[in-house]
């Protein structure tokens, strides 16, 4: 099923969002905070994928939470994979 751009571009905005606002001692100084959590937020946009399409991008956004310097190539090509493609001009 393919989603609408907009809706891939917020799952980005969401995910960068989180990775800014993430550190590793988090779990330590916050025991309330939970990496699914942020995941689930960031995904919610394109909750609509087929379950393994979900399941790749859900742990692809919670590798690029915890670094994304090592991890947001990977999923940039998985969204690149999963968006339409734009509309000929």
Known sequence: MALPQDQFDEL???TALASLFYYPEIGVDDS?????NDVTYCIEP???LDVTDLENVRAAVGRVITNPSAHRAELIE???QLAPEPPEE
Request: proline letters at 0%; zero cysteines.
């Open 12 to 14: 980005l905005h969401r």
């Open 32 to 36: 309330d905070y939970n990496l699914q």
């Open 46 to 48: 394109v909750i609509a």
């Open 78 to 80: 998985l969204i690149v």
